[in-house]
T-cell receptor, first 115, second 114 residues
């Protein structure tokens, strides 16, 4: 069965520093890939997604992610962290050929940003 | 349209009671999903509808759980004979049909079973 692994349940960076959140998936067939953000007491919001084409995907709020098939990875980065980036981040996949489109999520990474 | 809405936002119930949650999707979305999220974990898929048809249910969904989407618009999720292990955030999402369309999430209903 498809699975998603996010390395590090908690990441702490200083304001202005690089943000790197790691995500690996298990499927031999590359799935569709997503990053969602969840602020306290709110629903999830899509940051970006990869379906096909260019492997470097740009999303909202200055985030981007690169799909690397050889590494089965889809790591999320942001060059310069802002205090407002503090939130929970979830990597998710949706299997190609699964017409239902259900999402399989990683366990999440909580990002803290220090002033 | 203000997005996906869920009601109630919070529900506290005693073990053994039945509870029902409602989800109103974005109006033009024909797909509706239910997920469950426990503390410190990512959301887990429960079930989804395309229009009024329930097309997939997770093995996580015990017989005590039932979901409906009678007119292809809003959906309800009922839990019968609640157990403490049912305590979680129940998230609803909606999307257009297709595997790569964005799922828009509601704010969730937090259930606490005492």
């Amino acid at each position: 069965a498809q699975s998603v692994t996010q390395l590090g349940s908690h990441v702490s960076v200083s304001e202005g520093a690089l943000v790197l959140l790691r995500c690996n998936y298990s499927s031999s067939v590359p799935p569709y890939l997503f990053w969602y953000v969840q602020y306290p007491n709110q629903g999830l919001q899509l940051l970006l997604k990869y379906t096909t084409g260019a492997t470097l995907v740009k999303g909202i709020n200055g985030f981007e992610a690169e799909f690397k098939k050889s590494e089965t990875s889809f790591h999320l980065t942001k060059p310069s962290a802002h205090m407002s980036d503090a939130a929970e981040y979830f990597c998710a996949v949706s299997e190609r050929g699964n017409q239902g489109g259900k999402l399989i999520f990683g366990q999440g990474t909580e990002l803290s940003v220090k002033p | 349209d203000t997005g996906v809405s869920q009601d109630p936002r919070h529900k506290i119930t005693k073990r053994g009671q039945n509870v029902t949650f409602r989800c109103d999707p974005i109006s033009e979305h024909n797909r509706l999903y239910w997920y469950r999220q426990t503390l410190g974990q990512g959301p887990e898929f429960l079930t989804y509808f395309q229009n009024e048809a329930q097309l997939e249910k997770s093995r996580l969904l015990s017989d005590r759980f039932s979901a409906e989407r009678p007119k292809g618009s809003f959906s309800t999720l009922e839990i019968q004979r609640t157990e403490q292990g049912d305590s979680a955030m129940y998230l609803c999402a909606s999307s257009l049909a297709g595997v790569a369309y964005e799922q828009y999430f509601g704010p969730g209903t937090r259930l606490t079973v005492t």
